[in-house]
């Protein structure tokens, strides 16, 4: 079944219906030619899904272009990730960032945030990043519908290692995989501390991995510098992970508090 997501305005609970319009009304009519009586699932952003059926088009000057969809059913979605996860990606080369959005999405992650290291060796000036985050936006929201995500996760614009790592020192858990870092056993001990609803802040660096000042500065934000295993990973491996062990940690507690 088809997948879209809908702004809170043009969803009208009372009313039985919920609006589609710009590129929306273009992929449903011209591109996969669906018609009235057809069924498709929308998400409000918020974990509610709603079950609809198209019940008609408008094409007039005062509405534009606009499926109308009525209602069959409502559910509150519970597919997202009980601990809110922010992945801080140092940008790596050529398209794995694609990848790395698409794949992270895919597993869960609320929010992602590229980040320019030392060690990065792709240098974007405000022009590029700006386009790039355009494009990463996309995939992200490509990825929700995919995996029937109930919200589209924020590719945010490309910051600072220093910005980075100060605004996640406010979340409930700082973490950053470090190849010199200590055993398994203190990785799990740290990651099993987080709860149903904490936040967690996700810092993987690029090809060359972070300077000595990078984890000096981040030890100095509060960082828990853990190891993921006596193998290197890729930068593009690392974040994907954490929040498969995030999802087995925290997805199995809830499923078993739910029985």
């Known amino acids: 079944m088809y997948h879209f997501f809908a702004e809170h305005k043009d969803i009208h609970v009372s009313e039985g219906k919920i609006l589609l319009a710009g590129a929306d009304y273009n992929h449903i009519h011209n591109v996969l030619r669906m018609r009235p009586g057809e069924k498709l699932l929308i998400s409000?952003?918020?974990?509610?899904?709603y079950?609809?059926?198209?019940?008609?088009?408008?094409?007039?000057?005062?509405?534009?272009?606009?499926?109308?969809?009525?209602?069959?059913?409502?559910?509150?979605?519970?597919?997202?990730?009980?601990?809110?996860a922010t992945l801080y990606q140092g940008l790596p080369k050529g398209d794995k960032m694609d990848l790395i959005v698409q794949k992270c999405i895919e597993l869960g992650v609320d929010r992602i945030v590229p980040v320019a290291m030392r060690r990065s060796v792709v240098k974007l000036d405000e022009k590029k990043a700006s386009a790039k985050v355009t494009r990463w936006n996309a995939i992200a929201e490509a990825a929700a519908k995919q995996s029937k995500r109930s919200r589209i996760p924020e590719v945010s614009p490309v910051m600072r290692f220093e910005d980075a790592a100060s605004e996640a020192s406010g979340s409930t858990l700082f973490l950053l995989p470090y190849e010199s870092a200590e055993g398994m056993r203190r990785t799990r001990e740290v990651m099993e501390s987080l709860k149903p609803g904490d936040s967690v802040s996700i810092f993987i660096g690029p090809e060359?991995?972070?300077?000595?000042?990078?984890?000096?500065?981040?030890?100095?934000?509060?960082?828990?510098?853990?190891?993921?295993?006596?193998?290197?990973?890729?930068?593009?491996?690392?974040g994907m992970m954490i929040l498969s062990i995030l999802t087995y940690l925290y997805e199995n507690d809830d499923e078993k508090e739910e029985k």
Request: charged share 30%; hydrophobic share 30%; net charge negative.
């Open 44 to 49: 409000s952003g918020d974990n509610f899904d």
């Open 51 to 84: 079950l609809c059926e198209i019940s008609g088009f408008i094409q007039d000057e005062d509405n534009g272009q606009t499926v109308v969809c009525r209602i069959l059913k409502t559910d509150v979605r519970t597919n997202e990730l009980p601990v809110h």
């Open 208 to 238: 060359g991995g972070f300077s000595p000042e990078e984890i000096d500065f981040a030890r100095e934000k509060g960082a828990q510098i853990v190891t993921l295993g006596r193998r290197i990973l890729r930068t593009e491996t690392a």
